[in-house]
């Protein structure tokens, strides 16, 4: 098992975001959190992650943790090269590890992963969206991750570059075998990506499945979400 949270809260400002929310990922799963804007999704990552503390629970992880951010967050001075081998040279428990040739070979190897051999000169300014979503998947699998996060993976992006990156994130499960999470609102990505589906609303677990329970939509939290209803349990939150 490599995530399990156990009820788990965080409060913002007196408004309590994640609401006793208790869950597990094993190695070579995927999670997909869902839920309409504001209910919390983004914040679980960040928590799991370590990038804001919690206020009570537990979050138990075994292994290195990688996030994939929303937009790419490649840095736009450094070539693809020096984006993806940043933590071999920068982490002080890596930075010595390997030689400059490992590190090429290692940078190469990840780019070839991901369908980009070839592209280490190009910057960021230089990439499709599609492509710079690839080279940040690259970027997070280079030190070898036991868990892989990503932030709404195919936002911004076309209905065949989205295709592509789920088709990626379900390579990167195969060939990692992390424990994946992948926070969306798309349903082409769950249906494609997850083993499982966490619905979230008001930071409260309203449903826990398969993507093939969440389409049957036996509860009107499905029903309204995989239809997009306006009408139902569950209001439009702000941000």
């Known amino acids: 098992m490599s995530i399990e949270v156990k009820n788990l809260i965080k409060i913002f400002d007196r408004n309590t975001v994640i609401d006793d929310l208790s869950f597990t990922v ?12 504001g209910s919390g999704k983004s914040t679980v990552l960040k928590l799991i992650s370590g990038l804001i503390p919690k206020d009570a629970g537990e979050i138990i992880t075994t292994g290195d943790i990688a996030m994939v951010f929303q937009y790419s967050a490649l840095i736009d001075s450094l070539n693809v090269f020096d984006n993806i081998s940043f933590a071999l040279r920068e982490r002080k428990d890596l930075r010595k590890k390997y030689t400059h040739e490992q590190v090429k070979s290692i940078v190469r190897e990840k780019l070839a ?3 980009l051999a070839g592209i280490e000169n190009k910057f960021p300014s230089e990439l499709s969206g599609g492509m710079q979503k690839r080279v940040s998947f690259a970027r997070a699998i280079v030190t070898e991750p036991e868990i892989l996060l990503y932030d709404e993976p195919t936002a911004g992006l076309d209905p065949m570059s989205s295709t592509l990156i789920e088709d990626y994130i379900v390579r990167l499960k195969q060939e990692t075998h992390a424990a994946s999470i992948v926070v969306t609102h798309q349903m082409s990505t769950i249906t494609r990506t997850a083993d499982k589906v966490l619905m979230l609303y008001g930071g ?15 509860t009107p939290y499905t029903r309204q979400f995989v239809s997009a209803d306006l009408e139902g349990p569950m209001k439009m939150l702000k941000e």
């Not at 094993?26 to 804007?37: D, M, P, V």
């Not at 409260?204 to 036996?218: A, H, M, N």
Request: charged residues 25%.
């Open 26 to 37: 094993n190695n070579g799963e995927i999670l997909a959190i869902i839920g309409f804007s």
């Open 113 to 115: 992963l991901v369908g």
């Open 204 to 218: 409260k677990d309203v449903f826990y499945g398969t993507p093939d329970e969440l389409c049957r939509q036996d």
